[in-house]
């Protein structure tokens, strides 16, 4: 598993206090929201102020994308590995 997918999901975990959930009990590729992990769009907002903190990575509330990116730990990993190329 790459390093930068597991470290996701660790903060996943991390902020958003799930209890019984190891970071390899989420699937890589598997969606966050509805069948998949079961967040809701609290959890979203509780995420987004994570990446912020942890990758010092925004996201804009009204970007039609914003909820591509947090299809899955592979879309987020995807998205910080592009928003850290753009920046160096």
């Not at 598997?30 to 079961?38: N, V, Y």
């Not at 010092?56 to 987020?76: E, N, P």
Request: hydrophobic share 40%; glycine share 6%; no cysteine.
């Amino acid at each position: 598993m790459d390093s930068l997918e597991q470290e996701v999901k660790s903060m996943i975990i991390e902020a958003l206090d799930l209890e019984d959930v190891s970071p390899g009990d989420i699937e890589t590729t598997a969606p966050l929201f509805g069948d998949g992990l079961g967040l809701d769009s609290i959890d979203a907002l509780e995420l987004g102020v994570a990446i912020k903190k942890r990758f010092d990575i925004s996201f804009a509330a009204d970007d039609k994308d914003t909820r591509r990116y947090f299809f899955s730990v592979q879309t987020l990993a995807d998205y910080i590995r592009l928003h850290r190329q753009t920046v160096s």
